[in-house]
């Protein structure tokens, strides 16, 4: 007999063990407890013990969470206001901040910091171990977390989303189950609180269904990718943040790199790249790479030593892109809701703000035993009271004015912090899907200049793989779904030559001669980092991303 799907109900889900979904679940727990002793002193409906569960798909807390990071503490002050005394893991405070403008062999530091890239009182920090350490803050609190849960599917309720049907475990290629197969559980809950991250599969399943996007942008991303280095003693001091613009990219592709200084010679070292480029050969791995030849990082990274590596998508689109973060059972919160303030390329602060005002929501709709759509409007309206809408309205149309390249869009940054987010081209300027950009190879012309490697200093992605530690169950059905083969072979491979080849940073994907000549898409899933760039930016969008079998993916040392 085929073994039977576990159903599991719990109170409260949160779906992906962020930032976001662990802040929304501590504070949530901190607003029921004090519900209760204002019941206990003048009256009222006292709310009983809930179960709080918390997906997520990684073997560990952190394993899969990566951000570059400076992290602004104004969320993390609110939830735990005592948080330095309680252990906040920060590498460092902020000790300086520049700002360089690079070109291939040179460049000049700018005199003044702009004023959306100042970070007097933020932190470095490794987001894997804020993650680790707020996942026992909100276990000790009385939630728990279940590692090695991808959620698979929504399940519902009529229109209700009712609870996630959770990843099957040993299906072999082909989807027959092995002997040690164990179907996805049901977890059904009250109310579901997506956290999954950028480009999340669940929510871009509920964004159609329940059309979230209407009237809004389309989404914008960017593709961070980062290592960590140890280095020689006192090259680099703890707390030093520097960022880049210029090189390697040219003026009409978005992007910058950047250098965070961490404790006990530990720094990090990343560049993001814009996925609304226009040269389908643009490689966002390749360009960290040549970020680390340019002569500035040559100095500061000689005698180093590379430790980790991984790679993410960056939701840039900002206010006018975020989906309708509420729907019938259902809140998004963090990076798959776009809570991110392009302007500053943050959202640490925001996802966890996200995550509280989801949990005042609930609470309210606890004490009315309601999460229709009706009821969850209320956490519209938090957020749009909130200081997330006062940040995110003043970088409203920041990602817009980069299509007039680096420094024309530098200009209508300037005139826009100066009208208040206001843009020359009106309150609110649309934006195209960020794969639109990409021009046909007849039309791109040359190539990208690439890397020269030596594994060392300078990687190819075999290699950064390894130092992500990625590593998934070989004979499971392929998590990463085309759905029309042929465009690979055909258009795609005259009209792009395959972009694939190049977006995703972990060499997923490979054009192979096959037996009767020509060329065939293979696809490595195993090497697959998770960072979703090849969903946003596949020119034809026939890319899905899915999650794999509980606990596959990167093992990321404190990213
Ligand atoms: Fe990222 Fe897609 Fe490559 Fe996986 S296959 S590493 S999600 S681009």
């Known amino acids: 007999m085929p073994p039977s799907r576990e159903v599991m109900p719990v109170d409260i889900l949160f779906v992906g063990a962020g930032p976001a979904s662990l802040a929304g679940a501590y504070h949530l727990l901190t607003l029921v407890e004090k519900h209760n002793e204002s019941v206990a002193s003048g009256g009222g409906k006292e709310i009983g013990p809930l179960e709080i569960a918390i997906l997520e798909k990684g073997s560990s807390m952190g394993a899969h969470a990566i951000s570059g990071a400076v ?6 002050a609110e939830l735990i206001p005592d948080f330095e005394e309680a252990g906040f ?3 460092s405070p902020v000790t300086s901040d520049e700002v360089r403008v690079l070109s291939a062999k040179g460049g000049f530091r700018l005199p003044a910091v702009p004023p959306t890239m100042r970070n007097d009182g933020n932190y470095v920090v490794s987001l894997g171990k804020v993650v680790s350490w707020l ?10 977390i279940l590692p090695e849960f991808p959620g698979r599917e929504p399940i519902f309720d009529g229109s209700r989303l009712s609870g996630i049907r959770t990843t099957d475990r040993g299906l072999d290629k082909e989807g027959n189950p092995k002997g040690n197969h164990q179907p996805g559980a049901d977890i059904t809950a009250r109310v579901v609180v997506l956290g999954e991250g950028p480009r999340g599969s669940l929510t871009k399943q509920l964004i159609a269904r329940h059309g979230l996007d209407e009237g809004t942008n389309p989404p914008v991303f960017a593709t961070g990718v980062k290592e960590t280095w140890r280095l020689p003693e006192g090259r680099i001091e703890p707390g030093k943040v520097i960022h880049t613009m210029g090189y390697p990219l040219d003026s009409s592709t978005y992007g910058g790199g950047f250098i965070y200084g961490g404790a006990d010679g530990m720094a990090a070292i990343g560049f993001a790249t814009g996925l609304d480029y226009h040269h389908p050969a643009t490689d966002p791995q390749a360009e960290l790479q040549r970020f680390k030849e340019h002569p500035f990082v040559v100095a500061l990274l000689e ?17 006018f892109a975020m989906p309708r973060p509420y729907f019938d059972g259902g809140m998004l919160i963090g990076d798959c ?24 929501t609930i609470l309210e709709g606890l004490i009315a035993d309601d999460f229709s759509e009706s009821q969850l409007a209320g956490y519209r309206q938090r957020i749009e009271a909130s200081w997330i809408r006062e940040e995110m309205w003043k970088s409203r149309n920041f ?32 934006a195209a899907p960020g794969h639109t950009h990409m021009k046909r190879l007849s039309e791109a ?9 030596d594994n060392e200093r300078i990687f190819d992605k ?20 085309v759905s029309d083969l042929d465009i690979c072979r055909t258009r795609c491979a005259e009209e792009y030559g395959n972009p694939c080849r190049f977006f995703c940073p972990a060499d997923v994907y490979e054009m192979v001669e096959e037996d009767g000549g020509g060329l065939d898409l293979r696809i490595n899933a195993s090497n697959c980092v998770h960072c979703k760039t090849c969903d946003v930016m596949d020119p034809y969008q026939i890319i899905t991303w899915l999650p794999p079998e509980g606990g596959g993916g990167p093992s990321y040392k404190n990213l």
């Open 337 to 360: 809701g776009g809570f991110l303030d392009p302007s500053r390329l943050k959202g640490i602060h925001l996802g966890m703000k996200s995550g509280m005002l989801a949990a005042e």
């Open 303 to 319: 005698g180093g030593e590379v430790v980790s590596f991984g790679a993410k998508t960056i939701p840039e689109g900002g206010w």
């Open 89 to 91: 893991p920060a590498e």
């Open 462 to 481: 075999l290699t950064n793989v390894f130092h992500s530690g990625a590593i998934h169950e070989e004979d499971q059905p392929v998590h990463l779904v």
């Open 135 to 144: 996942a026992e803050k909100v276990e000790e609190k009385g939630a728990f």
């Open 445 to 453: 012309g040359g190539d990208r200049a690439r890397p020269t490697v």
């Open 399 to 430: 990602h817009q004015a980069m299509d007039s390249g680096l420094f024309g869009g530098m200009a209508r940054i300037g005139i826009q912090m100066l009208l208040g987010g206001r843009d020359i081209r009106g309150d609110r300027v649309s």
């Open 71 to 76: 992290m602004d503490p104004r969320a993390l």
